[in-house]
Every structure is written in structure tokens, then in C-alpha cells.
């Protein structure tokens, strides 16, 4: 599990110091699926790289707690402990080929090189990406690239991962294909999820759901706690799922419709209309 206990963040500037974040409390369980949103400059990357422990906070602790001694606290290694993916791939890919991209960091990581390649191997396999190896990584689509990019930061066994607008340079077709690949990596492997985005659709699938605005943390609660929310939605500055939306109209005229999440639910909830 990782605990963020009263965690601030501040710049320097010209102008003085700019306080990014503020007493956030939070804490992600070992598995679980989580999401971040805000508007832009809420400080959801800031948060992003503190989890990861890119960066260190100006007060306040960021630790990763063992399931079997949660009173045993050690700071996140970035990389080892939580793998953090860019929005643009093409920052993070650094090699000529596949396979020496997805070795890239193991490098650092003094394995000896059996273990290198079968690392190296397994998240291949995993990812789909064997007919892949030898490509230049520019030659790829940005789906493949994201992948690429999935799979490096997965070669390193990582307890979490973070997706930092991990998907909003995608066209839909790709958008899927990452998100379903991320659900299946949290499914078959346990490894726990944050979602960072502006894409409330993609936030369906997250146990909890943290609002950023400000630099505060506004909430943490279930996807359908959030949208119900105004108050909540409006500091957000959210822009809610179709169904979401669609409920609410539908709540003008049948005020005991229900706030449907997906169109799967907002069609059955329309097909009991009487």
C-alpha cells in the first residue's frame, strides 16, 4: 500500500513560492484501481510524480507500506516500487528497437543477463509484442508505442502503475486497446492502477476516485459518489460521462431514474420506463 500523510508541494518562482499541492491524505491499497481528474493545472501530475517518487514533497511523507507490517514504512524507489507512463510515449522511448527499450532500465537494475532476457521475454509475451522486438519504435502506431512504453516500465515488476493522461494522444481504437491491456495487467498480475486523466469514461473502472482542485484534494469516493456530487463536479470542473449526463435529463422527467454510469446501464434503466 502507498500512504501520502499530509503531503505539500511547492515551486519557486520569480514571483515567489507557488503552493501546487496541500495536506493531501490518501492511501492506495496493494491491487487496487484508482483515478485522479481535475482541470487542468489542479496538480495531477505533481501528485502523479510524488506517488512515483520522482519527486520528493515539500512536507509531509509519501511511503509504501508492507501488507504483512504496515507500521514498516520505506520510500517509494521510483521505477522499482511504482512505474510511472508518460502522456507522450515518444519521451519515453529511448532505445532503436523494442526489445533494447524494454531492457532499458533493467540495466540499471545490476540483474544478471539471463534474467535481463527473460524478463525481457515474459512482458513481450504479455503485451503481444513478440513480432515487435526488432522494430524501431517510430515506426509503430501510437498504440503499439504506449505498449512499448507499458512494457518497460512492466519489465522493471513494479507494485503499481501509474498512467499519467496516459491515453489522451489516442484515437479511441487505441485508447481501448491500452485501457483493456492495463485492467488486464491488474486482473492477472495484482498490480495496482492510478489512473491520471481528464476522460471521466475511463475512470468507470477505478474503486475510488480522487478530485483535485486547487491543489486540495476535494474527494475520494466511488465513481457514482463523484458524479452525483454537484458541488463536487462543479470544483472539479468535470465533464461527466454521456449516461451521466443523459440521467440527469432523463431525472427532469422521471425523477427516480437512476444516475446511469455506462450506456449499458442507461439503456436497461430506459427499458423500465413505464
Keep these: 500500500m502507498i500512504r501520502l500523510d499530509k503531503v505539500s508541494y511547492q515551486i519557486e518562482t520569480s514571483a515567489g513560492a507557488v503552493q501546487v499541492l496541500r495536506d493531501i491524505d490518501l492511501e492506495l491499497p496493494d491491487g487496487s484501481i484508482s483515478a485522479i481528474v481535475g482541470p487542468n493545472g489542479s496538480g495531477k501530475t505533481t501528485l502523479a510524480r510524488l506517488v512515483s517518487g520522482l519527486l520528493r514533497p515539500t512536507s509531509g511523507n509519501v511511503h509504501l ?59 513481450l509475451r504479455l503485451l503481444g509484442l513478440q ?18 512504453a507499458i512494457a518497460g516500465v512492466l519489465a522493471m515488476k513494479p507494485s503499481f502503475l501509474i498512467l499519467d493522461e496516459a491515453t489522451s494522444l489516442l484515437d479511441p481504437t487505441n485508447r481501448r486497446e491500452v485501457m483493456q491491456t492495463v485492467l488486464r495487467l491488474n486482473n492477472e498480475l495484482g498490480i495496482g492502477i492510478v489512473i491520471v486523466t481528464h476522460l471521466l469514461d475511463e475512470v468507470l473502472v477505478a474503486s475510488r476516485v480522487g478530485v483535485l482542485a486547487d491543489g486540495v484534494l476535494a474527494a475520494w469516493d466511488s465513481p457514482r459518489a463523484i458524479f452525483s456530487n454537484p458541488a ?21 422527467h422521471w425523477t427516480d431514474f437512476p444516475l446511469c454510469l455506462t450506456p449499458e446501464e442507461f439503456a436497461r434503466a430506459t427499458c423500465q420506463l413505464t
Design 65 to 123: 507500506l508492507s501488507n504483512d507490517d504496515i507500521h514498516t514504512a520505506k520510500d517509494v524507489r521510483p521505477g522499482v516500487d511504482v512505474g510511472l507512463v508518460f502522456q507522450n510515449p515518444d519521451n519515453q522511448l529511448v532505445a532503436t528497437t523494442v526489445e533494447d527499450d524494454i531492457a532499458f532500465g533493467l540495466e540499471n537494475l545490476q540483474l544478471s543477463h539471463a534474467e535481463m532476457v527473460r524478463r525481457v521475454e515474459d512482458v
Design 131 to 148: 513480432l515487435f522486438r526488432d522494430y524501431p519504435p517510430h515506426r509503430l502506431s501510437g498504440g503499439q508505442k504506449q505498449k512499448v
Design 232 to 252: 463536487v463536479v462543479k470544483q472539479g470542473d468535470l465533464v461527466l460521462p454521456l449516461s451521466a449526463r443523459a440521467s440527469f435529463l432523463m431525472q427532469e
